[in-house]
């Protein structure tokens, strides 16, 4: 699913089933589009601004990603 995306003139685009997510997953998707404003794509520095406001965003990652993976995901 997506979940969210930022376009070139930097619009954010959420979707609103994100709702059913837990908050921490929530808090993230909208910190990663927030995070295209100052870099449009997945570079070290996009990562790093993430981790500056999530510090275990990697740890939700792997948590969603395992969620989906069982089939748990919304």
Known sequence: ????SCNTKKTIYINSKISMLPVEAI???????FCH?????????FYKAIEKIIPNYNEIVV??????????EC
């Open 63 to 72: 948590r969603r990603s395992e969620e989906r993976r069982v089939g748990k």
């Open 27 to 33: 808090d993230y998707i909208i910190v990663h589009e």
């Open 1 to 4: 699913k997506i979940w969210g």
């Open 37 to 45: 404003i100052l870099h449009m794509n997945h570079s070290k520095e």
